[in-house]
């Protein structure tokens, strides 16, 4: 099992950035996905989850009208659309599989809003 994610980078409050996570090793269309962050003063926090078809995500109220998780099972990504960010969305994103029960984890994406 493998996953890279990608797109994190350096923006300004109010931006946007799309996070990719490029999946492999095992049958990414039967596998419901997580997206979890991390900083150092928070730890670990889930940020949005989507089930194997894409047809039922889940967001917690931080993110809610801000994130949209997506995914294309024929390209085996899975995609973290985030607008509207604010500094406390600053931290490292990883795509997770799993919805619930998470067992294999990427390295990790860093994105920093700052002005």
């Known amino acids: 099992v493998q996953l890279v994610e990608s797109g994190g980078d350096l923006v300004q409050p109010g931006g946007s950035l799309r996070l990719s996570c490029a999946a492999s090793g095992f049958t990414f269309s039967s596998a419901g996905m997580t997206w979890v962050r991390q900083t150092p003063g928070k730890g670990l926090e889930w940020v949005s989850d989507?089930?194997?078809?894409?047809?039922?995500?889940a967001y917690p109220d931080s993110v809610k009208g801000r994130f949209t998780v997506s995914r294309d099972n024929a390209k085996n990504t899975l995609y973290l659309q985030m607008n509207n960010l604010k500094p406390d969305d600053t931290a490292l994103y990883y795509c997770v599989r799993g919805r619930g029960v998470m067992d294999y984890w990427g390295q990790g994406t860093q994105v920093t809003v700052s002005s």
């Open positions: 989507i089930n194997s078809g894409g047809d039922s995500t």
